[in-house]
């Protein structure tokens, strides 16, 4: 009798558990999707140049940015309104085009605050009208929390002449 009383205790905590762990990964993977959204409507918003697409960008007030080519990243962007000015009308929509071959970005999932995003760009003038080169990006968006689903720090390194 004591066994069955043991077995069925210790069953009950092993059902319990394996209830915790499976809503912690639900959670985190629920937490990446929102993560990957944000990135995603920053990229689109970059893109696009376009108001409506910069708005939907889910940061935290005090967002900052850095970009540029590797070893030379300076601040574009120190907070949400400087963002959404530059992503509209700042050197990414002058210079920074649509999709190179239409091809995708692709975003991986770093850790549980930090997401990355890859793609390229026809660069040149009027928005990539006037083809100049192409641009690799490479893109790391981070959160405050792996709860949060608001971007707080970009930094963007891009590869000129690259694809």
């Keep these: 009798m004591r066994y069955t009383i043991f077995l069925v205790v210790i069953s009950f905590a092993c ?10 990964r639900s959670e985190n993977a629920n937490n990446d999707e ?8 920053y990229v689109r918003a970059v893109i696009t140049h376009r108001k409506a697409d910069a708005e939907a960008i ?7 940015r850095i970009e540029g080519p590797p070893g030379f990243l300076i601040t574009t962007a120190f907070d949400r309104n400087s963002l959404l000015l530059s992503s509209v009308a700042g050197p990414q929509a002058i210079l920074g085009g649509p999709l190179y071959e239409n091809k995708q970005p692709i975003y991986t999932v770093i850790n549980s605050t930090t997401v990355q995003a890859n793609y390229t760009i026809t660069a040149g003038l009027l928005n990539g009208t006037l083809p100049l080169t192409t ?5 790391y968006f981070t959160f405050p929390s792996s709860q949060s689903c608001l971007i707080d720090f970009i930094e963007a390194i891009f590869y000129i002449g690259q694809k």
Aim: proline fraction near 3%; aromatic fraction near 4%; include cysteine.
């Design 15 to 24: 059902l319990l558990q394996t209830y915790a762990i499976s809503t912690s």
């Design 34 to 41: 929102c993560h990957i959204e944000g990135a995603a409507k």
């Design 58 to 64: 889910p940061t935290t007030q005090n967002v900052h």
């Design 135 to 139: 641009a690799k990006i490479e893109e």
